[in-house]
C-alpha cells in the first residue's frame, strides 16, 4: 500500500455504517481517510428512514442454518462482551448484561438442547419444566447483552469522529454521484475539496439498497416491526415466546441499561405502513403483560395482579421500524464499478456491500464490519 492514505468512503449512518466505518479507521490507523455520507445521522429527529433507531436491541444469538450470519454474530458477540465489561469505559453505559429467557412452543422445540445457538453465550441452561410459561414447551436462559440505542448511536458515532472521521450529509440519487464526485459534492458549498473519485466505497445503506441507482437490489424488503416503549426501571430481565403462529407477533421484552423497556413485537413481511396501528399495541401490551408481569410496578404487583392499564401511564412512545431483509442474506462482497459513463473520466472503484441484515443488524455488526473490512483491503491490494 502507497504512503498516501486511501480515501474511503462509507454510505449510511445506522449501526451498519457506524460500526463499519469505525473498523476501517480503526485497523489500519493513518492508511485510511474515512467520510460518511447519510441522509439521516443518529442525533436527527427519527425517522422511519433509518431502522437502526427503531431496533430493541439485544444480542441473543439467532437460530439460523446461515453460516455467514453465524460467523457474524459470535465475532461481534465478543466485541460486545468486551465493551459491556463493568468498568470497561465509556460503551459500557450503553450496554446491559442480563437473563435472557427464551422460550419455545412445541412446533419450535429444539432437538439438541446442548447445540441450541446461545450455548456459547455466559451461563447457559435449559429451563426445568417448572420455570417455563404457558404457551411453551422448551426453554433456555443464558446472560445475554441489550443495546441502549439512544445512546449507543451516538457513542458510535462519536467515537468515529473522535478518531478523525468525517461526516457529509447527502442523499445519494445514484452510486455513480459518489463514485466520480466522492464526498465533495454532498459537502457545503465552502468545502476546499475538489471532487476526485474515492479509493473505495462501501454500501452501508439497510434498506436503501433497494431504490438506490446503481444497486435497486429487489431482495431487500422491509419487516414491519411495531413496539412500545416503556419506563420501568425495575425490569431486569428478558423474556421471548417464540410463538410465530399468532400472526408473527411473537412477545418479547427487552430492559435497557437506562431503565427503558422495548416490548414487541410484530414481524410482517413487506408491510410498508409506516405509523403505529393502535390495535397492535393493545395486543403488544396485553402479550407482554402476559408473559413478563414484571413490566407492572412492582407497588401493584404486591397488593393485586396487574392488567395493561397499569402499563398505560408508563408508555414513552410506541415505534415502528422497517427491519432491511434481504432474501439470500446479508449482502457482504466486493464488486468493481466505473466511476463514470465518460470514458475520459472513468476509474474502477472496488464497492463493498454491507447490507441486508434484517433483524440482526446490531448483533451481527461488528463481524460483519469485519468481513467488509477484510474484502476492502483485498481490493485495494489487488487493484484492477
Ligand atoms: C422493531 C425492531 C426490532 C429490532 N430488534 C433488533 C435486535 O434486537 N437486535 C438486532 O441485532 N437487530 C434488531 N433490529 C434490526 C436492526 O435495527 C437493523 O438490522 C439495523 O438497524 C440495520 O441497520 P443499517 O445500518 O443497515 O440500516 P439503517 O439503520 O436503516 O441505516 C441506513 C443508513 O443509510 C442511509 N441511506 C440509505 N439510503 C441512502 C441514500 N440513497 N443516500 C444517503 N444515505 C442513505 C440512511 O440515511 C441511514 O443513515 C430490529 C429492528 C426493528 C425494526
Redesign the pocket.
Known sequence: MSEQKKEIIV????????TTAIKIQEAKGSEYNVTI?????PTDPRTI???????????VATRTDDLNLRRMERETFDVVWAMSEPGSGVAEGCLLRCTDYAYLPAEEQYADGKDYPTAFMPDFRQLPSNELVPGSVQGFACTAIT?DIPRYLPYLLGRFTSGGGSIVR????HIQQVLEGGASIFASPHSSRKPTPPDAVIL??????R??GGIEDQDVVP?????VLLRAPWVNVMPTLRDLKDGANPPYV?PRKGGDV?V??TFHFNDWYPIPRPEITEHILARGLKLCPDLAPPEIRAEREPTVDDLRPLIKDV??????YRHGGVRVGVEWMDSSPLKDRVKKVPVVFN?G?????????WGSAQIALEYLEGALTDPK
Not at 49 to 59: D, E, I, M, N, P
Open positions: 454510505l449510511g449512518a445506522g449501526v451498519i455504517g457506524l455520507i447519510a441522509e439521516t445521522f428512514k433509518y431502522t437502526s433507531f427503531w431496533a430493541g436491541a439485544q444480542y443495546f447527502g442523499t445519494v440519487g452501508c445503506v439497510g434498506l436503501g439498497a431504490t438506490l419487516i414491519r416491526g411495531q413496539t427487552i422495548i414487541g413485537g415505534g415502528v421500524g422497517f427491519r432491511p447490507y441484515h434484517g433483524g440482526n443488524g446490531y448483533q451481527a455488526s
